[in-house]
């Protein structure tokens, strides 16, 4: 199984690196790690996430107040967001019309 992020949620993984490569390039480092090591447990059980709506569903990332929210079709993991838990509940449904 692949892993495809849409442009979008591709942004908000470089914005999440960004953010705290600003801070500290330690924590820049740490976070990137933590998603690498979260899309590979997805890919090893892309089913075990909870289901949000329809049927994608939201892995969150240990550590960090984030989640990838992703969907599985013909053996692609497509991740629609990758959510920071306290900015704007639910914005990236408005991405799932892309994501089918």
């Not at 690196?17 to 390039?25: G, I, L, S």
């Not at 890919?43 to 969907?71: D, G, H």
């Amino acid at each position: 199984m692949k892993i495809r992020y849409l442009p979008d949620a591709h942004g908000e993984l470089k914005e999440g690196v960004a953010y705290y490569h600003e801070r500290n390039p330690v924590a820049a480092r740490r976070f990137a790690e933590a998603i690498r090591q979260e899309e590979r447990h997805l890919v090893e059980q892309p089913l075990s996430a909870p289901k949000t709506v329809s049927e994608f569903r939201s892995w969150r990332i240990p550590r960090f107040p984030y989640s990838l929210v992703y969907r599985i079709a013909d053996q692609e993991a497509l991740i629609v967001a990758l959510a920071h838990h306290s900015r704007r509940p639910g914005y990236w449904k408005a991405r799932l019309r892309e994501a089918h």
